[in-house]
């Protein structure tokens, strides 16, 4: 990815952000988060509202995340994991997702049973 790409798809919406991460992920079939030696990265709002971070692809979770929270590295996360393991959890533990985080951590927040069904949609135009 050049820089040009980079900053140009950071500086979109949160809600154009959100569709790019969907059609990315659906098409490769993984995306990313982060984490350090104490687990995954799990911010919560001021508002007490518990979510977690993900993006398409681990420049931008790496760059953005080292601006904010140094220490945590991209994990690669497979798109299918993510859709029978970890969507269902977050589901249960009303933790919501932050969908492509940019420079400003400023994010597009989804249910994780929307997201699932928005990725299950989009994937299977893939198939």
């Given at each position: 990815m050049n820089?040009?790409?980079f900053d140009a798809v950071l500086a979109l919406s949160s809600a154009d952000r959100s569709s790019h991460f969907v059609g990315k992920v659906a098409d490769w079939e993984q995306l990313w988060g982060v984490k350090n030696d104490?687990?995954?990265l799990v911010p919560i709002t001021p508002e007490d509202l518990e979510y977690f971070p993900v993006w398409p692809?681990?420049?931008y979770a790496q760059k953005i995340v080292d601006e904010h929270f140094p220490g945590h590295h991209a994990v690669e996360i497979?798109?299918?994991e993510f859709l029978s393991h970890w969507l269902p959890a977050?589901?249960?533990d009303n933790v919501k997702v932050a969908?492509?985080?940019n420079k400003e951590w400023v994010f597009w927040v989804m249910e994780?049973?929307?997201l699932a069904q928005c990725l299950r949609d989009e994937a299977a135009q893939y198939e």
């Open positions: 820089p040009q790409q104490l687990g995954w692809h681990p420049e497979p798109l299918e977050f589901e249960a969908v492509f985080p994780p049973a929307d």
